[in-house]
């Protein structure tokens, strides 16, 4: 299936928009990085902390549309009272390309902002070479990396911040 680059809507998720998110991250991250099972539990973990614990007041998730398919996500989630984390940004193959990382990354920095947060964190992998692209591109730095055995594969986690 492939999506046209065709009207965009970023939305609040709906019922089904989390068991989505929880399965097209299983299945990208096993195609395109070899990620075992424990990756899509990892995802799923997250999700279910978000739908049980959500805050509106200072918490958020989008749903990215083309054409009414869905086609990506991001969540944003307090960290602390001053720091907000972005989490779970994902964008399908047929929608890359289309700016729709950058918008949802925005989407998130503007969230925190206008909620008073000082600083955004994010956790990801030294491979995800997009990503990171779009985050260094909005601001985010580099503040920590390590080395470690996770999701079957020798991988490099960082953090990246950036102060609002």
Known sequence: MSLPAGKVVLRDPAPG?????????????????????????????????????????????????????????????????????????????EARGLGLGGRLVDECVAFARDRGYRRMVLWTQSNLVAARAIYAARGFVLKDSEANQAFGQQLVSEVWEREL
């Open 17 to 93: 928009d989390l068991g989505w998110v929880v399965q097209v991250h299983g299945e990208l991250y096993a195609r395109e990085y070899g990620f075992d099972a424990s990756f899509e539990a990892l995802v799923a973990e997250i999700a279910a902390s978000f739908l049980r614990d959500f805050d509106p007041q200072g918490e958020k998730g989008w749903i990215a549309e083309v054409d009414g398919e869905r086609a990506g996500c991001v969540f944003l989630v307090r960290k602390s009272a001053t720091v907000a984390q972005l989490r779970l940004l994902l964008l399908r193959p």
